[in-house]
């Protein structure tokens, strides 16, 4: 009896070979206490499972009628941890399937026990307020820094934009071959650049860290601008390491002061596993709402998942 027992307990891991992750889902938490999981880790790779568009999918009336292939490997969990800012809020139950508008789609989320201290808006606000994110299992997340503006990163940054700026620029007019800028390149060179918002974090590459970046750059408005003056929108990575080594994957878009088609950067948070760090963050502007996982190295920034929580007009 005592042999059979032994044979069931299964053997030890081999001497300096870290046990694999387990899998999880992340899901992103409203301020309303719906959950929307967007993204599920095998224990090696991502995934995004959970269904988008619904025009083809059968509604499933209750928790456990939500097929198991749409939570991943790690299964339909009982309850998920609540992250924010690097802290572990807490955890809530899932309670059933329920369907939300965002942007201009149906997205199928799962209402839960999470009820905020904050006032919930109205359901029509885009974005909507996101309270953090939403895991199975005991994997952490840790905060994505917002480097102050007192901190040397922003004014080194700033010197460094100038250049980017202006090469990303140039390349967005370049793809315009309909369009004449206003002001010529000399003069566009003289247009200060002023970040708006830099965020930083440790990259699992010894030595590196990586930034991103949103900055514009203002123009006055012309006779026929109704006051509302051209503007270039710049935004991207900026990697450092050692020995002054530096990489970038900068963009830029030029619109009116509406800045419409411009997004934006919500970062949600940062987890590191099998020891590699990942980003979690929602893109989202006028008509658009996404959450990514990006792995950002020295050489590139490799997207792992991507999940379109709602787009309008054109995909």
């Given at each position: 009896?005592?042999?059979?027992?032994?044979?069931?307990?299964?053997?030890?891991?081999?001497?300096?070979?870290?046990?694999?992750?387990?899998?999880?889902?992340?899901?992103?938490?409203r301020?309303?206490?719906?959950v929307?999981?967007?993204?599920?880790?095998?224990?090696?790779?991502?995934?995004?499972?959970?269904?988008?568009d619904?025009?083809?999918?059968?509604l499933?009336?209750?928790?456990?009628?939500?097929p198991?292939?749409?939570?991943?490997?790690?299964?339909?969990?009982?309850?998920?941890?609540?992250?924010?800012?690097?802290?572990?809020?807490?955890?809530?139950?899932?309670?059933?399937?329920?369907?939300?508008?965002?942007m201009?789609?149906?997205?199928?989320?799962?209402?839960?026990?999470?009820?905020?201290?904050?006032?919930?808006?109205?359901?029509?606000?885009?974005?909507y307020?996101?309270?953090?994110?939403?895991?199975?299992?005991?994997?952490?997340?840790?905060a994505?820094?917002?480097?102050?503006?007192?901190?040397?990163?922003?004014?080194?940054?700033?010197?460094?934009?100038?250049?980017?700026?202006?090469?990303?620029?140039t390349?967005?007019?370049?793809?315009?071959?309909?369009?004449?800028?206003?002001?010529?390149?000399?003069?566009?060179?003289?247009?200060?650049?002023?970040?708006?918002?830099?965020?930083?974090?440790?990259?699992?590459?010894?030595?590196?860290?990586?930034?991103?970046?949103?900055?514009?750059?203002?123009?006055?408005?012309?006779p026929?601008?109704?006051?509302?003056?051209?503007?270039?929108?710049?935004?991207?990575?900026?990697?450092?390491?050692?020995d002054?080594?530096?990489?970038?994957?900068?963009?830029?878009?030029?619109?009116?002061?509406?800045?419409?088609?411009?997004?934006?950067?919500?970062?949600?948070?940062?987890?590191?596993?099998?020891?590699?760090?990942?980003?979690?963050?929602?893109?989202?502007?006028?008509?658009?709402?996404?959450?990514?996982?990006?792995?950002?190295?020295?050489?590139?920034?490799?997207?792992?998942?991507?999940?379109?929580?709602?787009?309008?007009?054109?995909?």
């Open positions: 009896m005592l042999l059979l027992i032994a044979q069931a307990v299964p053997p030890p891991a081999p001497a300096g070979k870290p046990a694999e992750p387990a899998p999880f889902v992340l899901g992103v938490l301020r309303d206490g719906l929307t999981p967007f993204a599920a880790f095998d224990g090696k790779r991502w995934e995004t499972p959970w269904p988008g619904l025009r083809d999918v059968k499933p009336n209750s928790l456990d009628a939500v198991g292939r749409w939570w991943g490997k790690a299964g339909a969990p009982a309850e998920m941890s609540v992250w924010a800012d690097g802290s572990q809020r807490g955890t809530v139950r899932l309670e059933r399937p329920t369907t939300l508008r965002v201009c789609d149906w997205r199928l989320a799962l209402t839960s026990t999470y009820r905020s201290k904050e006032a919930a808006p109205l359901p029509m606000v885009q974005p307020p996101k309270d953090g994110l939403a895991i199975s299992g005991t994997q952490p997340i840790e994505i820094e917002i480097v102050p503006r007192t901190a040397p990163e922003w004014s080194s940054m700033a010197m460094k934009l100038i250049e980017l700026a202006d090469r990303t620029e390349s967005a007019i370049s793809s315009l071959p309909d369009w004449k800028h206003p002001f010529a390149r000399r003069e566009r060179q003289k247009t200060p650049v002023e970040i708006e918002m830099l965020y930083r974090a440790p990259m699992d590459a010894a030595g590196w860290m990586v930034y991103y970046v949103e900055a514009i750059k203002r123009y006055p408005p012309g026929e601008d109704d006051g509302c003056g051209l503007v270039t929108s710049v935004k991207g990575w900026i990697t450092s390491g050692p002054f080594k530096s990489e970038d994957s900068i963009s830029a878009r030029i619109t009116y002061c509406d800045r419409k088609d411009v997004t934006f950067m919500l970062p949600l948070g940062l987890i590191t596993t099998r020891g590699k760090t990942y980003w979690i963050y929602q893109v989202s502007g006028y008509g658009r709402e996404v959450y990514v996982v990006t792995r950002p190295t020295p050489k590139s920034i490799e997207p792992q998942a991507h999940y379109d929580a709602g787009i309008c007009g054109q995909r």
